[in-house]
């Protein structure tokens, strides 16, 4: 029997109770113990899985007053008004003037007559004059009397009845709308014998149910049984504390960058446009510069750029290409667009600053972080999401090893088959863009876009390396990954997901 | 990025040699264009603003053409001059002071037309800026009595606006009609406009907002008259020769249009290429491959340009068409040589570049936090940035609002983390209790009239029906305690979103640097909430 064959302490108040007094409902049970409903109910559960007692369904039977039932208490019944109007009337009356006076349907009134003379209480007489009704007696009817019963007790159990009121109760049943009948069910718990058995065995063994320290110390531990528990038995669920699994990917990512030997940096959210767009050769009329594409922050203006001697040389090589052999944009560039703040658009910036700041003659970084676009929230586009982004700069740096760094970076987040497509970009040249073929979903997929940043973006800049950069949208990555296909839900943070999630380790 | 879509049928029809539907597929983005999407008969291809050359079926043809079946290139047309003259009232110098043009006779089917409707278009939006750059007028040439005049005119001149059958004032056509609504704004604000006509007072068009009815085209249309108005003379020229590159590309045979300014004549479309010089040397530098002249030259071939060497063979100078606006600098060259050499061809080089991986500092304080709130049972959640006016109001004097955003209730820099945590509780509320979040991130706060700071902090929220200031507050100890903060104190304080009596400050160095508390009732309660929920949040600076 091994773990079954002890009781738990829940489940032997139960059949203790049940010894005293077998066959009781899980309401009796309750208020016979010192248990609460929700205990009982656990209880009998686990008993009925140990086969320790049976439950019986037993129908009860309630009758009560209906329409007519109820206003035969206020009004009494038609046969009654019969009979005190002839106690008014002096005990005889002509049937006729009965009839007018009580003011009756004809069915009704002569199924009163038929029940009183049923009772003994009237006699209806034939004579010269007519035909007349005679008072016999005014005793109390059995068919009052029950109805009475019934209105008091607001229901009776058809079972609690005597024999003589159950066949008035077939007479009145007959006559509509005086009563009716509800059907309830009950379900009573009968403990079966072994289940005493157990009890038995329980109240004779002294089972401690819970290690104290007070056991502990004294030594007495040795000397007590303890309770067996239901080892296979349910548990309540907990929950353990979690890391997002956004931030988990971003982590991934960061360990393939960290592991080829990148320093990571890191920027402001927001920028003045000059940032943004203007120093990475963005022309000032560019559609992504635009209001429904960018998110520019209300009345505010970036005036500490327009003491940066850099924007001479930045408003010049948009112009008519400065000093970089460019031809330029060939347009008249305004310091007020620069001055607009934004929050950024790519993660472009951080690395352009960190080359302005810097002017490294090699250098390996990469950023992780989020970038933001005037989108509607659908379930393709959210309005801030993540962008990771890696440059390389260095005496001999071309885009073959561009291609080279990119085809291992993939390779390492699980993607087998790459190839570069040409593309464009304003601020990169050549500008290259790396697909994958994904076999989950049988189609090539954009992964991120890449090039070398053009002379009109680092020159200004003081580097005079070339500078190899590509970034791409984590999220489509962390999409595939887990799955998904709508874009809100990673931050929709259902505790569901986030609580029992597995985290999408192995390579896509 | 405009889209185009075609039946390979169609492109076909101006290739050398008719390709099947996968070998299209195959050279498609080799060119530089990106495959939206296709099926047995049809494609659809977007391409980028600044190659307007692409911008039609016959357009993509012809770079095929070059670059798989190796045609000569062909930069240098001749062309003839017409008898079209515009002169050019000195009136409109004040309002829109350029108009450029040519004339081209061409065989014009449904297809033709469609397609050329569709790259005007395109290159309105793409490279004209939405018309703000230049205007083009298409025109039945066979319906003008030519010269031209460009000229001005009233507010309440009339004529028949393209695809209307009723004359319509300037004022109407601006507040009735679609293109009036759409581009009115682009006007000077004179009471003046421009309207070029012909020598029967015509109207071709008043730019750049609609062309007369008169000159409509239709699939009979033999003779064409492109006009282009701007504010500057480039943007005009650079767009007409994209249209004469176009229309020479569906075989038509182009004349020039004498503009008579007041002070000068100008022969358009001026489809002069431009010279470019280019080395070997930094070819090899951004390509990484090492090429000869002669494949230099062959490579050039490939995409429509002409390429020579010069001075002794030290450099290679490049023959550029007219219409290739986006080369603007050697490296464009470059790029040109790549995929004419064929990006797939460029084998990986390994990187010989070698540093430690660096991370950041303050992300491993931040793992670091991370670590801690979890082994407390926190969970991380992630919220945005952006947040809701009325939900960040208590925590900033001023918040900072981002203009006209699309997703509306989103409309501030949040200033405060707990807000956002209150509400992924909110949606909690049928998940099992106790719940605790927390979340680290950046928060902004306006310094004066334009200076952002942002700080990183950590906030976290715990909800069940025993929470209290003494569970929050053993948190931030422990929390304090596993990152070794020193001289910290929790000081009384009164904040609107806490219960009053219980809410603190967190103080370090004289320096208020975290918040915590029991959140007031009535926040829980707005958001939906039946449990208690205490909170904290703590600037993670230095």
Redesign the interface.
């Given at each position: 029997m091994g773990m079954n064959s002890v009781l738990h302490p829940i489940e032997a108040e139960i059949i203790g109770t049940l010894k005293k007094k077998n066959n009781l409902t899980i309401n009796e049970i309750t208020s016979e113990t010192k248990l609460s409903l929700d205990q009982v109910r656990r209880g009998i559960e686990w008993l009925k899985k140990k086969e320790l007692i049976e439950l019986e369904e037993k129908k009860y039977i309630f009758v009560e007053l209906d329409t007519l039932g109820i206003k035969s208490i206020n009004e009494g019944l038609p046969e009654r008004r019969i009979l005190n109007l002839l106690a008014e009337k002096g005990g005889k009356e002509e049937i006729g003037k009965v009839k007018k006076e009580l003011g009756m349907e004809e069915k009704e009134f002569s199924a009163a007559i038929g029940f009183a003379i049923k009772s003994g209480c009237i006699e209806v007489t034939k004579e010269k004059e007519g035909v007349f009704v005679k008072l016999l007696s005014l005793k109390l009817l059995d068919s009052e009397a029950l109805l009475k019963k019934i209105y008091t007790k607001k229901q009776i159990e058809i079972g609690e009845l005597t024999f003589h009121e159950k066949r008035v109760l077939d007479e009145l049943k007959k006559r509509p709308n005086y009563i009716k009948f509800r059907e309830v069910s009950e379900i009573t718990i009968k403990a079966k014998e072994n289940a005493f058995t157990l009890f038995e065995e329980y109240s004779r063994t002294p089972y401690v149910e819970k290690l104290t320290p007070e056991l502990i110390i004294s030594g007495k531990w040795k000397e007590v049984k303890f309770r067996p528990y239901d080892v296979e038995g349910e548990v309540p669920?907990v929950?353990?504390?979690?890391?997002?699994p956004?931030?988990d990917f971003i982590d991934q990512v960061?360990e393939i960058?960290?592991?080829?030997?990148?320093?990571?940096?890191?920027g402001?959210?927001?920028l003045p446009s000059f940032w943004n767009f203007d120093a990475l050769f963005i022309p000032q009329?560019h559609?992504a510069r635009e209001?429904?594409d960018t998110?520019?922050?209300?009345?505010?203006?970036?005036?500490r750029i327009e003491k940066n001697p850099i924007i001479g040389v930045i408003k010049s090589i948009h112009e008519k290409?400065g000093d970089?052999?460019?031809?330029?944009?060939?347009?008249k560039w305004s310091v007020e667009e620069a001055k607009k703040?934004v929050?950024r658009t790519h993660t472009t910036p951080i690395t352009l600053q960190y080359l302005y700041k810097n002017k490294p003659s090699?250098a390996?970084v990469f950023s992780i972080d989020?970038v933001?676009r005037?989108?509607?929230?659908d379930s393709k586009h959210l309005?801030?999401f993540h962008q990771y982004e890696g440059i390389?700069t260095?005496k001999n740096?071309?885009?073959?090893?561009l291609?080279?760094?990119l085809?291992s970076f993939y390779k390492e987040l699980g993607f087998k088959k790459i190839?570069?497509?040409?593309?464009?970009f304003p601020y990169t040249?050549?500008?290259?863009e790396a697909v994958a073929y994904v076999e989950k979903i049988g189609k090539w997929l954009e992964l991120c876009g890449m090039g070398?940043f053009?002379?009109?973006v680092v020159l200004p800049a003081g580097i005079k390396n070339?500078v190899l950069a590509w970034g791409g949208g984590l999220e489509r990555l962390i999409l595939l990954a887990y799955e998904i296909d709508d874009i809100r839900f990673?931050?929709?943070?259902?505790?569901?997901w986030?609580?029992g999630v597995n985290y999408a380790r192995t390579k896509l | 990025m405009p889209v185009l879509s075609f039946k390979y049928e169609r492109l076909n029809n101006f290739l050398e040699k008719k390709l099947c539907k996968e070998e299209i597929l195959e050279i498609i983005?080799?060119?530089?264009l990106?495959i939206e999407d296709f099926n047995d008969e049809e494609i659809k291809v977007e391409y980028?603003?600044?190659?307007p050359d692409y911008g039609s079926p016959a357009g993509i043809a012809k770079a095929i053409n070059h670059f798989y079946f190796n045609k000569e290139p062909s930069i240098e047309v001749q062309i003839d001059k017409s008898e079209y003259i515009v002169h050019v009232d000195r009136r409109v110098e004040e309002i829109r002071p350029y108009v450029v043009g040519l004339y081209a006779r061409l065989q014009f089917s449904e297809q033709t037309l469609k397609e050329l409707i569709s790259l005007q278009e395109d290159l309105h939006e793409?490279i004209g800026?939405k018309r703000?750059?230049f205007a083009i007028g298409l025109h039945d040439a066979s319906r003008i009595r030519p010269p031209i005049y460009y000229t001005v005119e009233g507010p309440d001149f009339k004529f028949v606006p393209l695809y209307h059958n009723t004359q319509k004032s300037i004022l109407e056509i601006l507040s009735q009609t679609e293109q009036g609504k759409l581009y009115g704004h682009l006007l000077a604000k004179k009471n003046v406009f421009p309207i070029l006509k012909d020598s029967l007072n015509q109207v071709l068009s008043f730019p750049p907002i609609i062309n007369g009815n008169v000159t409509a085209l239709s699939e009979k249309t033999k003779e064409l008259f492109v006009d282009i108005t701007a504010c500057?003379l480039?943007?005009a020229e650079d767009a007409l020769s994209i249209l004469a590159a176009t229309l020479l590309d569906y075989g038509a045979k182009i004349y020039s249009v004498e503009i008579n300014f007041y002070d000068k004549k100008l022969e358009t479309p001026n489809l002069s290429p431009r010279k470019m010089l280019l080395t070997k040397d930094s070819i090899?530098?951004?390509?990484?491959?090492s090429l000869k002249t002669n494949e230099v030259i062959n490579i050039f071939k490939k995409v429509n340009m002409r390429a020579r060497a010069v001075k002794d063979g030290k450099e290679i100078e490049v023959i550029v068409p007219r219409h290739r606006i986006?080369i603007?600098?050697?490296?464009?060259l470059?790029?040109e040589v790549?995929?004419g050499f064929g990006?797939?061809k460029?084998?990986?080089?390994?990187?010989k570049?070698?540093?430690?991986?660096?991370?950041?500092r303050n992300?491993k304080i931040f793992e670091d936090i991370?670590n801690c709130?979890?082994?407390?049972?926190?969970?991380?959640?992630?919220?945005?940035?952006?947040a809701n006016k009325e939900e960040q109001d208590l925590f900033a004097e001023h918040l900072?609002?981002?203009?006209?955003?699309?997703?509306k209730e989103?409309n501030v820099?949040r200033s405060a983390i707990m807000p956002q945590l209150l509400k992924?509780l909110s949606?909690?509320i049928h998940?099992?209790y106790p719940?605790?979040?927390f979340e680290i991130g950046?928060i902004?706060e306006?310094k004066g009239?334009?200076i952002?700071k942002?700080k990183v902090k950590v906030a976290g929220l715990i909800s069940h029906t025993d929470t209290s200031f003494t569970e929050v507050k053993s948190v931030v100890n422990a929390l304090l305690n596993y990152l070794g903060t020193k001289n910290y104190t929790f000081k009384a304080y009164t904040h609107p979103y806490f219960i009053d009596g219980r809410c603190a400050i967190l103080i370090q160095n004289n320096r208020k640097i975290g918040l915590l508390g029991e959140i007031l009732p009535y926040y829980i309660q707005k958001e939906g909430l039946r449990h208690p929920v205490s909170g904290f949040e703590i600037s993670l600076e230095k």
């Amino acid at each position: 029997m091994g773990m079954n064959s002890v009781l738990h302490p829940i489940e032997a108040e139960i059949i203790g109770t049940l010894k005293k007094k077998n066959n009781l409902t899980i309401n009796e049970i309750t208020s016979e113990t010192k248990l609460s409903l929700d205990q009982v109910r656990r209880g009998i559960e686990w008993l009925k899985k140990k086969e320790l007692i049976e439950l019986e369904e037993k129908k009860y039977i309630f009758v009560e007053l209906d329409t007519l039932g109820i206003k035969s208490i206020n009004e009494g019944l038609p046969e009654r008004r019969i009979l005190n109007l002839l106690a008014e009337k002096g005990g005889k009356e002509e049937i006729g003037k009965v009839k007018k006076e009580l003011g009756m349907e004809e069915k009704e009134f002569s199924a009163a007559i038929g029940f009183a003379i049923k009772s003994g209480c009237i006699e209806v007489t034939k004579e010269k004059e007519g035909v007349f009704v005679k008072l016999l007696s005014l005793k109390l009817l059995d068919s009052e009397a029950l109805l009475k019963k019934i209105y008091t007790k607001k229901q009776i159990e058809i079972g609690e009845l005597t024999f003589h009121e159950k066949r008035v109760l077939d007479e009145l049943k007959k006559r509509p709308n005086y009563i009716k009948f509800r059907e309830v069910s009950e379900i009573t718990i009968k403990a079966k014998e072994n289940a005493f058995t157990l009890f038995e065995e329980y109240s004779r063994t002294p089972y401690v149910e819970k290690l104290t320290p007070e056991l502990i110390i004294s030594g007495k531990w040795k000397e007590v049984k303890f309770r067996p528990y239901d080892v296979e038995g349910e548990v309540p669920t907990v929950y353990p504390g979690r890391k997002h699994p956004v931030q988990d990917f971003i982590d991934q990512v960061r360990e393939i960058f960290l592991s080829f030997g990148f320093e990571e940096i890191e920027g402001p959210v927001v920028l003045p446009s000059f940032w943004n767009f203007d120093a990475l050769f963005i022309p000032q009329d560019h559609p992504a510069r635009e209001m429904q594409d960018t998110f520019y922050l209300k009345g505010i203006f970036d005036e500490r750029i327009e003491k940066n001697p850099i924007i001479g040389v930045i408003k010049s090589i948009h112009e008519k290409g400065g000093d970089t052999g460019s031809r330029g944009w060939n347009y008249k560039w305004s310091v007020e667009e620069a001055k607009k703040t934004v929050l950024r658009t790519h993660t472009t910036p951080i690395t352009l600053q960190y080359l302005y700041k810097n002017k490294p003659s090699s250098a390996k970084v990469f950023s992780i972080d989020k970038v933001f676009r005037n989108e509607n929230l659908d379930s393709k586009h959210l309005f801030e999401f993540h962008q990771y982004e890696g440059i390389v700069t260095g005496k001999n740096v071309t885009l073959r090893h561009l291609i080279g760094i990119l085809s291992s970076f993939y390779k390492e987040l699980g993607f087998k088959k790459i190839k570069f497509w040409p593309t464009y970009f304003p601020y990169t040249e050549p500008s290259l863009e790396a697909v994958a073929y994904v076999e989950k979903i049988g189609k090539w997929l954009e992964l991120c876009g890449m090039g070398v940043f053009r002379p009109e973006v680092v020159l200004p800049a003081g580097i005079k390396n070339p500078v190899l950069a590509w970034g791409g949208g984590l999220e489509r990555l962390i999409l595939l990954a887990y799955e998904i296909d709508d874009i809100r839900f990673l931050y929709e943070n259902h505790l569901s997901w986030l609580r029992g999630v597995n985290y999408a380790r192995t390579k896509l | 990025m405009p889209v185009l879509s075609f039946k390979y049928e169609r492109l076909n029809n101006f290739l050398e040699k008719k390709l099947c539907k996968e070998e299209i597929l195959e050279i498609i983005p080799l060119l530089g264009l990106n495959i939206e999407d296709f099926n047995d008969e049809e494609i659809k291809v977007e391409y980028s603003p600044n190659r307007p050359d692409y911008g039609s079926p016959a357009g993509i043809a012809k770079a095929i053409n070059h670059f798989y079946f190796n045609k000569e290139p062909s930069i240098e047309v001749q062309i003839d001059k017409s008898e079209y003259i515009v002169h050019v009232d000195r009136r409109v110098e004040e309002i829109r002071p350029y108009v450029v043009g040519l004339y081209a006779r061409l065989q014009f089917s449904e297809q033709t037309l469609k397609e050329l409707i569709s790259l005007q278009e395109d290159l309105h939006e793409g490279i004209g800026r939405k018309r703000k750059k230049f205007a083009i007028g298409l025109h039945d040439a066979s319906r003008i009595r030519p010269p031209i005049y460009y000229t001005v005119e009233g507010p309440d001149f009339k004529f028949v606006p393209l695809y209307h059958n009723t004359q319509k004032s300037i004022l109407e056509i601006l507040s009735q009609t679609e293109q009036g609504k759409l581009y009115g704004h682009l006007l000077a604000k004179k009471n003046v406009f421009p309207i070029l006509k012909d020598s029967l007072n015509q109207v071709l068009s008043f730019p750049p907002i609609i062309n007369g009815n008169v000159t409509a085209l239709s699939e009979k249309t033999k003779e064409l008259f492109v006009d282009i108005t701007a504010c500057e003379l480039e943007p005009a020229e650079d767009a007409l020769s994209i249209l004469a590159a176009t229309l020479l590309d569906y075989g038509a045979k182009i004349y020039s249009v004498e503009i008579n300014f007041y002070d000068k004549k100008l022969e358009t479309p001026n489809l002069s290429p431009r010279k470019m010089l280019l080395t070997k040397d930094s070819i090899r530098k951004i390509l990484g491959i090492s090429l000869k002249t002669n494949e230099v030259i062959n490579i050039f071939k490939k995409v429509n340009m002409r390429a020579r060497a010069v001075k002794d063979g030290k450099e290679i100078e490049v023959i550029v068409p007219r219409h290739r606006i986006d080369i603007l600098h050697e490296v464009d060259l470059i790029e040109e040589v790549g995929y004419g050499f064929g990006y797939n061809k460029l084998r990986p080089l390994p990187l010989k570049l070698h540093q430690n991986g660096k991370p950041l500092r303050n992300k491993k304080i931040f793992e670091d936090i991370r670590n801690c709130l979890i082994g407390l049972g926190f969970i991380e959640v992630m919220t945005f940035y952006l947040a809701n006016k009325e939900e960040q109001d208590l925590f900033a004097e001023h918040l900072i609002e981002v203009a006209e955003p699309k997703t509306k209730e989103y409309n501030v820099l949040r200033s405060a983390i707990m807000p956002q945590l209150l509400k992924v509780l909110s949606s909690n509320i049928h998940e099992p209790y106790p719940q605790k979040v927390f979340e680290i991130g950046r928060i902004f706060e306006l310094k004066g009239r334009s200076i952002i700071k942002e700080k990183v902090k950590v906030a976290g929220l715990i909800s069940h029906t025993d929470t209290s200031f003494t569970e929050v507050k053993s948190v931030v100890n422990a929390l304090l305690n596993y990152l070794g903060t020193k001289n910290y104190t929790f000081k009384a304080y009164t904040h609107p979103y806490f219960i009053d009596g219980r809410c603190a400050i967190l103080i370090q160095n004289n320096r208020k640097i975290g918040l915590l508390g029991e959140i007031l009732p009535y926040y829980i309660q707005k958001e939906g909430l039946r449990h208690p929920v205490s909170g904290f949040e703590i600037s993670l600076e230095k």
